[in-house]
T-cell receptor, first 112, second 115 residues
C-alpha cells in the first residue's frame, strides 16, 4: 500500500522568506510523486511532479522539489514566498495503482 | 476557459434526502475521477471512469453512493439517504489517458452540508 505523510499541519512564514514543506511517502518501488496547491474556493492545481531522472524538479510559480529515495522524502521549496502563495499544499504518491494517494495537507500562512 | 466544472458549488440538504452532483470534464479527457475531501484532510478517491465504464470503486463508496457517466462525457454522483457524515467537499478530476504520470485536472468542488 502507498501512503503519504505531511508532518506539518500549518507553516507560517514572512513574505520574502524561504519555504520548505515536508513530505514523506511510503511505497516499495519507484513512486510517482506530486505536489498540488489548493486555494480557497478553488480546485487543486498541479505544481510539479516527479517520475524519474533528475531528482530536483522544477515546477510552476517558482516552486521546486527534491526527491530523496534514501529518506523517502519529496520536500517542496521556494526561495522567496509571496503573499499569494498562502494556500493549502498537498503531496501525493502514485504507486502500483494509477490513483494517487494524498497527504492531509499543509496550510501555508504568509505574514506581510 | 474549458477546465473541469462542477455543479452545484454548494448544497445544503437535510439528513435522509437524496442529492446529485454533476461534473463536466475537459472535453478531450477520457478519464474522470471522483474524490471526497473532509475538513483538514486530503482528497480521498471514490471512483473513476474510463469513457463510460466505471473501472474502480473505493471501499468509501457505500451502496448509498452511485456514479454514472452515461455518454463518456459528463458524470453524476448521487448520494441517497444522506447522513451527516456525508458532509464534505466532493471533487471531480479528469485526465487524458490513465498512466500514473497523467496529470489530473481538478474542478472547484461541490461542498455538501447535511443538516
Amino acid at each position: 500500500a502507498q501512503s503519504v505523510t505531511q508532518p506539518d499541519i500549518h507553516i507560517t512564514v514572512s513574505e520574502g522568506a524561504s519555504l520548505e514543506l515536508r513530505c514523506n511517502y511510503s511505497y516499495g518501488a519507484t513512486p510517482y510523486l506530486f505536489w498540488y496547491v489548493q486555494s480557497p474556493g478553488q480546485g487543486l492545481q498541479l505544481l510539479l511532479k516527479y517520475f524519474s531522472g533528475d531528482t530536483l524538479v522544477q515546477g510552476i510559480k517558482g516552486f521546486e522539489a527534491e526527491f530523496k529515495r534514501s529518506q523517502s522524502s519529496f520536500n517542496l521549496r521556494k526561495p522567496s514566498v509571496h503573499w499569494s502563495d498562502a494556500a493549502e499544499y498537498f503531496c501525493a504518491v502514485s504507486g502500483g495503482s494509477y490513483i494517487p494517494t494524498f497527504g492531509r495537507g499543509t496550510s501555508l500562512i504568509v505574514h506581510p | 476557459d474549458t477546465g473541469v466544472s462542477q455543479d452545484p458549488r454548494h448544497k445544503i440538504t437535510k439528513r435522509g434526502q437524496n442529492v446529485t452532483f454533476r461534473c463536466d470534464p475537459i472535453s478531450e479527457h477520457n478519464r474522470l475521477y471522483w474524490y471526497r475531501q473532509t475538513l483538514g484532510q486530503g482528497p480521498e478517491f471514490l471512483t473513476y471512469f474510463q469513457n463510460e465504464a466505471q473501472l474502480e470503486k473505493s471501499r468509501l463508496l457505500s451502496d448509498r453512493f452511485s456514479a454514472e457517466r452515461p455518454k463518456g462525457s459528463f458524470s453524476t454522483l448521487e448520494i441517497q439517504r444522506t447522513e451527516q457524515g456525508d458532509s464534505a467537499m466532493y471533487l471531480c478530476a479528469s485526465s487524458y489517458g490513465g498512466g500514473r504520470e497523467n496529470e489530473q485536472f481538478f474542478g472547484p468542488g461541490t461542498r455538501l452540508t447535511v443538516l
